[in-house]
């Protein structure tokens, strides 16, 4: 698709020399949004942000973008109203205003303020922006400025959503002596991470514990428990798969999707780096956007919905993790079975229930199965730049139970988890897909396919 | 006498001139390389001795991929290459230590070489090569006989020492391996004793020739966890037995093995409080006298930069909670720091690097402790440099992944060599540093002019035999040097050894010189030395300008004696066993003076139980916590006996706990069932004092550990002792909550009442904040009202108050308030007709400080009380002096609605926050996204990082003294501050008993103190054992004795047990410890 953008270049270049005078339309096509996304999940990866804060760069840029079509094209309905705190923002006066490209341009200009490297951003979007100012300036300046003044009020609104406050509150205590309170993981031995993710302002739940899961089996170390018989079955699941060297390991680490891996080989310690869980689903999103042909609008109303259930997964399935506080399988295992035994992947710091791929992928896989349908198969290719090959699903959900049930053979989730978190995703993708209205006719032209 | 401006103090000498061409080149390779061997970049050492006994010292370098060479040296600093001449070479590469033995007793110095086996050629193992002597060209020829020797050890070896470790006369050996276990995930500390086949440490035991492995036997540890990379031998507690100290890298213990005299050993750092916190990532390591106490103390190096930038981008510790979630896996503390453990004697060590000066070094690798000046005092020549710095953040987090994100899992093969190419190399300079006089390093400029290089194992020997020690220095990827000394400052003597036949060299032999307005000068002769390296040269004895010795004492290693006299300066001694005059056996050296005090085992039945700290979890900006900050003990009758009993406060969960003492000098446990009400939050302080004037004596607690805000928990109590027993006066305090550090009592308004002071140094939660301090008035009964607004309205807000005192300081019969606390000065207010007045301009201006402690006391008998305070001390990163102090900023930098705490100090002049990037930009996200990479942070100013408008709008508070002072009462309301000596800077001191301990009618001092919960990038502060002091009727205070006290220490106080004095010291979460005078039977501490 790289070539669309070279074409508009060349063609810009050549009106230009031609006439310059003449300044034609600018066309903002769905490739233009699929590719700042991808420079934004670029970009985290890069920066380092944990799961539930990268879910959060994704939500405000998509839904910022959302309504600037929605208030300037009617193409779908306004979240207004529809989000308790969503701020009402205003239909460009300006004609002049190309209501497209004022999206994308408020999507760039946002996802810049949420993440670390802004210089990298601001290199992709001069030289978008540079191509467009030649094009047509008019137009151009003002989108820009439109974009600018809903950057503005977005900035405000994500601005008392309580992330800038949840950074100075305690960290998570590890001094205890409760045998079944986490504890940080090898081999970095990190804090638990976003102990207070469940005091951000959720979008579309009524509260953090709305969806509060089942406790998980009591912690017990006695043989035959239903605790102790969920701790062994990841113990031998990991070694049987691992000496079978079978397709699950292969699923595993599909799916691990872990922002920061730190790897120890010789003298040396670094990190390696992937996509966030959530990341995933806006990647399986765009897959699926392309697949149906979805315009811009369509796509973006895509990239919304997902990204909502999965903001929304982060804060609830955070909200159980710091309740239960339950300690990680490679803790225990060590301690009490097998000193030498490692995940086949790294435990993420922080505590183990439920498990949040199976949240965020049980939520995810809802939103996108009421917009694109359940018999919707696809090729997974997203893991791609991280040298994994591409993995084939049949339907939204049985990827997501794939990447539920991943983890435990990852090492890093007892069962109940798992099966508990699939469930509460999934309630709370319905929740979502009940609660927003945001359909078009193109959507249920999809769905009814 | 050479003149020091003239020349240069030390000359490199070229290649070209030396005929020194060895380079240990290295270089990787796709089948080994930093990726699969974690000690790639560890060099190579250097091994000294006359091999051909021409009277010359030879060099021998080893190489890990090349070929080790031998180079004879033929005078005036002229080599000659003879490896293959002298039948050492090797083609299987990968040597990593040397040392030197002579193992046959032929007289001729053998080399025994170790060797990385798994990495080098099939069959490779450690070597031991005989020195069969001279040929007729004075050419050295070895043979290789390990095996015949039993040494034919192969695994991952780093270095050998010989020495006689059950004095039987012949040398058994030490051999220290390295673990290759991956680095990062550190498991349990028992993994120690779990045996490791090749990287195990071994023990050998010299039966007739022929050495067995008796590892299992000597009780070493030989996990795989032990990454041995350095190994020192010494008689650390002066039994004539040799003792060990090893070095492991990364998170593995230190050992300190003391010899038990019956073929075995104890690591007694491994669950004790001998040597507080060691080094984190040992490297090299030094057993040598530094202060000329005749004591060997212990030297190891790690790799803190000393380069402010290096530091930041560098990893730093754990927060505080992992930490002690790692020490709670089997660990003691270790902090990236290179260590001074000075030996106080009886196994008793202070660490003092920081305060030393010798903290810092880069990534170090051999400390060389040699007397460069001949000056008497030993200096500190130590090498670094990394090619591949794996701890740079930089790299860590964001250069590696982008190298390497595409590849992880396969085989890398030639694009790993791109990677490790990535990896930021660290050429630095070697630093030296020179002992100023015992307990101080200084690093002179003109001794300071080294090349950047990455040097690793390294010696000082005399190659020109002019009594003065040059240096020799093993480099990666450069040839080595041979650095001349050309100080020419102070005579010396050169003494050379020759012993039994089962022991030639006198292994183990301590040689002490005496001269003339020097101290002594002791020499314990342990060829291994210098990381990887081996000196077996003639044994070098400053001795300033003295031209002739007075003594020389040798004792040799069988225990007996020899003395000479009237030695000359530039002597060259050669000593032999067989001659020494027999009449003169065994000597023992005399190390310890006459002790003042010795610590007492009292067993009261009470322990302090404290809480782990949470305060980093919550605020992990702040240096150190307020919480566990008691017990302090009170001392008085509480059953009318007239007998001392004891009240200590409860730590967090713990009721405070009362004992009345027997007539039998027991204690019993009398707490009232009342106390239990109050275990909420810790006690702070307590006091005995009839608060009712009834003529009993009840009790008031106060409460801190800055949990509450209010309520309850920080409501001081009082306990009126009745007929029944204790009983809560409930009414006592009225609504007054407060986190509480004191409480003290007097009868200031002369109206027959006993008034009180409670201070405090903390707003909960709000580190640096301003509390509030009560002034409150008795009426008589025990109610107390706070009258502070009216009679002491600057004592309010006076500051983080620590400790009060009554004190008439100006002598007009009034009792006046003074104050010390944190990041506010030593604090006066005068008692005058109106009420209490702060004075100013009495010289304590500049005297901010952290100070905890204060006591009035006239210390030169002028009449004219002076103050003695106790502070945070010298021995840590920080430093504060009145135009470069610590500062305090507390403001809402990021605009969240909480206060952010940025405490900076100076280092090097350069204002810089003390908390690391990682911990700052957790707190303040903005950082990163101005100075996402560690490189941009670390030159970033403070108005870089925070904004000048930040800076100018914080709440600052300030603190330029951080030394433990006295401070002389001139008489006419000024003071003059003097530091107390550099025994008392080594830690907090959190208490001071004052009191006249040798009789000549001038008060000492007794300081206790440390502090644990401070933050990792700070260390532990351990190194209090208990300091004497003695005054010299001036007011100035010289060491007596390390008292060999240990744990934090927060209160002394004097108490009477069964008739005889004792002082009582109370420990959080331990028991108290006791203190008992030596000498005087009629002493009486509490005058």
């Known amino acids: 698709m790289k070539r669309t953008i070279y074409t508009i270049i060349a063609i810009a270049g050549v009106l230009l020399s031609s006439c310059s005078s003449d300044q034609t339309p600018i066309t903002i096509s769905e490739e233009h949004l699929h590719k700042s996304v991808e420079k934004v999940t670029e970009i985290m990866i890069h920066d380092i942000f944990s799961p539930p804060v990268a879910s959060r760069i994704y939500v405000y840029p998509n839904i910022t973008a959302y309504e600037i079509i929605a208030r300037n094209t009617g193409a779908y309905p306004s979240l207004y109203g529809q989000i308790e705190h969503l701020p009402e923002i205003p239909a460009s006066e300006d004609p002049e205003v190309n209501a497209s490209l004022a999206a994308l341009i408020a999507h760039m200009e946002l996802s810049k303020s949420l993440i670390f490297s802004e210089e990298r951003m601001q290199t992709f979007q001069d030289s978008l922006y540079g191509v467009w100012q030649e094009q047509n300036e008019r137009e151009f300046e003002a989108s820009k400025e439109y974009a600018d003044q809903v950057v503005t009020l977005a900035k405000q609104w994500l601005g008392n959503d309580n992330y800038k406050e949840t950074r100075t509150m305690p960290k998570f205590t590890v001094n205890s002596d409760d045998p079944s309170r986490w504890q940080p993981t090898p081999p970095a031995y990190m804090d638990g991470i976003e102990p207070h993710w469940m005091k951000i302002r959720p979008m579309v739940l009524n509260s953090a514990d709305q969806f509060k899961p089942a406790p998980p089996p009591a912690f017990s170390m006695e043989e035959g428990s239903d605790f102790h018989k969920e701790l062994m079955e990841v113990y031998e699941v990991s070694n049987r798969i691992t000496d079978d060297n079978s397709e699950e390991v292969a699923i595993a680490q599909f799916w691990d999707c872990n922002p920061y891996v730190s790897v120890t080989r010789g003298h040396l310690m670094f990190a390696t780096k992937k996509i966030t869980p959530g990341a995933h689903w806006i990647g399986i999103c765009k897959i699926a956007s392309k697949k149906s042909g979805f315009d811009f609008a369509t796509t973006l109303h895509a990239y919304t919905k997902t990204s909502i259930a999965i903001f929304d997964g982060f804060i609830s399935c955070w909200d159980e993790k710091y309740r239960s506080n339950l300690i990680r399988p490679e803790t225990l295992i060590n301690q009490h079975i097998d000193e030498n035994w490692k995940p086949i992947l790294q435990t993420p710091p922080f505590p183990e229930y439920t498990s949040g791929h199976s949240v965020v992928s049980g939520a995810a896989a809802t939103v996108l199965t009421s917009i694109f349908g359940d018999d919707f198969a696809f090729d997974d290719d997203t893991e791609l730049p991280y040298g994994l090959p591409v993995r084939s699903f049949s339907s939204f959900n049985s990827a997501a139970d794939e990447a539920a049930i991943s983890r435990m053979y990852g090492g890093i989730h007892y069962r109940a988890a798992i099966e508990v978190g699939v469930k509460q995703g999934r309630s709370l993708g319905h929740f979502v897909v009940d609660q927003l209205v945001m359909k078009n006719k193109q959507e249920e032209l999809a769905n009814n396919q | ?1087």
């Open chain 2, 1 to 1087: 006498m050479g003149c020091q401006q003239e020349h240069k103090a030390f000359t490199y000498l070229e290649a070209s001139s030396t005929g020194i061409t060895f380079s240990n080149d290295i270089s990787n390779t796709e089948s080994l390389n930093i990726l699969n061997y974690l000690y790639f970049y560890n060099g190579g050492g250097v091994a000294t001795a006359d091999f051909n006994k021409d009277g010359l010292a030879d060099l021998y370098f080893t190489a890990n991929q090349k070929q080790d060479e031998l180079y004879l040296n033929k005078g005036n600093f002229q080599f000659e290459v003879i490896t293959g001449k002298s039948g050492l070479t090797q083609d299987d590469s990968w040597t990593t230590g040397v040392t030197i033995v002579d193992i046959d007793g032929n007289g001729y110095p053998d080399l025994y070489i170790c060797k990385v086996s798994p990495i080098a050629a099939e069959g490779t193992h450690n070597l031991l090569y005989l020195n069969q002597g001279p040929d007729q060209n004075g050419i050295p020829v070895f043979r290789e006989a390990a095996e015949e020797y039993g040494l034919n050890f192969s695994g991952f070896s780093t270095q050998a020492a010989f020495f006689d470790q059950d004095l039987d006369g012949d040398l058994d050996m030490y051999l220290l391996n390295h673990s290759v276990h991956p680095s990062s995930n550190y498991g349990k500390g028992a993994l120690r004793d779990i045996p490791d086949t090749l990287s195990g440490d071994r023990f050998y035991r010299n039966h007739d020739g022929f050495y067995k492995d008796e590892t299992a036997a000597s009780g070493i540890h030989n996990g795989k966890t032990g990454y041995g990379l350095g190994i020192s031998i010494g008689d650390l507690n002066n039994d004539g037995y040799p003792d060990l100290y090893i070095g492991n890298d990364f998170f593995e213990n230190d050992y300190l093995y003391l010899n038990n005299t019956d073929g075995t050993f104890t690591d007694i750092h491994e669950n004790g409080d001998h040597l507080g916190h060691t080094s984190h990532f040992s490297m090299g390591n030094a057993i040598t006298d530094i202060n000329n106490d005749l004591l060997p103390d212990i030297i190891s190096v790690d790799m803190l930069p000393e380069d402010l930038s290096t530091y930041k981008t560098s990893g730093l510790e754990y927060p505080y909670h992992i930490y002690q979630n790692y020490l709670r896996n089997g660990y003691q503390p270790q902090y990236m720091q290179n260590t001074l453990h000075l030996n106080r004697g009886n196994n008793v060590f202070t660490e003092t690097a920081y305060q030393s000066g010798i903290a810092a070094s880069e990534w170090s690798w051999a400390p060389v402790s040699a007397d460069f000046n001949n000056d008497s005092y030993r200096d500190l020549f130590i090498t670094n440099g990394i090619p591949g710095a794996t701890n740079d953040m930089d790299f860590v987090s964001f250069i590696a992944n982008e190298e390497i994100q595409k590849k992880l899992g396969s085989n890398m093969g030639a694009d790993e060599l791109k990677f490790i190419d990535k990896l930021p190399s660290k050429k630095t300079s070697n630093m030296l540093f020179q002992n100023t006089g015992g307990n101080e390093f200084t690093q002179p400029g003109q001794w300071n002019e080294h090349p950047p290089s990455f040097s690793n194992g390294a010696l000082a020997v005399d190659l020109d035999n002019d009594h003065d020690p040059d240096l020799v220095v093993n480099n990666i990827n450069a040839p080595a040097y041979i650095i001349r000394n050309d100080i020419e400052e102070g005579n010396a003597i050169t003494v050379h050894l020759e012993g039994s036949h089962k022991n030639t060299m006198a292994i183990g032999a301590k040689l002490i010189l005496y001269s003339k307005e020097n101290s002594p000068v002791l020499q314990e002769y342990h060829p291994t030395a210098g990381y990887l390296s081996a000196n077996a040269s003639g044994i070098h004895l400053g001795m300033g300008n003295s031209t002739t010795a007075d003594s020389l004492r040798v004792i040799w290693p069988d225990g007996s004696g020899e003395l000479l006299t009237q030695i000359p300066a530039d002597t060259t001694l050669t000593l032999q066993w067989k001659d020494h005059n027999p009449d003169q056996a065994a000597y023992t050296l005399n190390v310890n003076s006459a002790p003042l005090l010795k610590n007492t085992v009292i067993d009261t039945g009470f322990r302090h139980r404290d809480q782990p700290t949470l305060e980093f979890n919550v605020n992990p900006l702040i240096p150190y916590a307020s919480t566990n900050l008691g017990p302090r003990v009170a001392v008085g009758d509480l059953n009318g006996d007239n007998l001392d009993d004891l009240c200590f406060g409860g730590g967090k969960r713990q009721p405070a706990s009362l004992l009345y003492q027997t007539s039998e000098g027991n204690f019993i446990n009398a707490s009232p069932k009342v106390f239990e009400e109050d275990t909420d939050s810790e006690g702070t302080d307590q006091l005995i004092i009839d608060a009712n004037g009834d003529g009993l004596n009840d009790i008031i607690m106060v409460y801190g550990g800055n949990e509450y805000r209010t309520g309850r928990p920080l409501q001081p109590k009082l306990y009126l002792q009745t007929e029944t027993g204790f009983l809560e006066k409930k009414d006592a305090f009225g609504e007054l909550y407060v986190n509480a550090s004191r409480v003290k009592a007097a009868d200031y308004d002369n109206d027959g009442d006993l008034d009180l002071l409670i201070a405090s140094d903390l707003a909960t939660h709000q580190y640096g904040a301003t509390p509030v301090q009560y002034l409150l008035e008795n009426n008589g009964d025990g109610q107390f009202s706070d009258i502070t607004d009216t009679k002491a309205p600057d004592l309010r807000n006076l500051g983080n108050v620590t400790d009060l005192i009554w004190s008439d300081i100006n002598r007009d019969d009034r009792l006046d308030i003074l104050a010390v606390g944190h990041w506010m000065p030593v604090s006066i207010l005068i008692n005058t007709e109106k009420g209490f007045d702060l004075q100013k301009t009495n010289g304590l201006d500049d005297s901010h400080g952290w100070w905890n402690t204060l006591k009035v006391t006239d210390l030169n008998n002028d009449g004219h009380p002076d103050l003695v305070a106790g502070n945070w001390g010298s021995n840590t990163r920080l430093r504060a002096k009145k135009d470069t102090p610590l500062r305090l900023y507390r403001k809402d930098m990021d605009g969240n609605g909480s206060i952010e705490t940025v405490i900076s100090y100076y280092y090097k002049g350069t204002e810089t926050p003390f908390s690391s990037k990682d911990e700052l930009s957790k707190q303040m996200p903005f950082l990163n996204k101005r100075f996402l990479s560690y490189t941009d942070f670390s030159t970033a100013s403070m108005e870089d990082l925070f904004g000048r408008e930040n800076l100018d709008n914080a709440d600052v508070k300030i603190t330029n003294e951080l030394r433990s002072s006295v401070f002389i009462n001139d008489g006419n309301g000024s003071f003059t501050k003097k530091p107390l000596p550099f025994e008392a800077q080594t830690s907090t001191v959190n208490d001071i008993a004052v009191t006249d301990l040798n009789r000549d009618g001038f008060n000492d001092l007794i300081l206790v103190g440390n502090l644990y919960e401070i933050s990792t990038q700070l260390g532990r502060l351990d190194s209090n054992r208990g300091v004497v002091l003695l005054n010299d009727r001036e007011g100035n205070f010289q060491l007596a004795q390390i008292a060999g006290l240990t744990g934090p220490m927060k209160a002394i106080e004097p108490i009477n047990i069964n008739g005889s004095p004792y002082w009582v010291v109370s420990r959080n979460n331990d028991t108290p410890l006791f203190l008992e005078p030596i000498k005087t039977t009629d002493y009486d501490p509490k005058k």
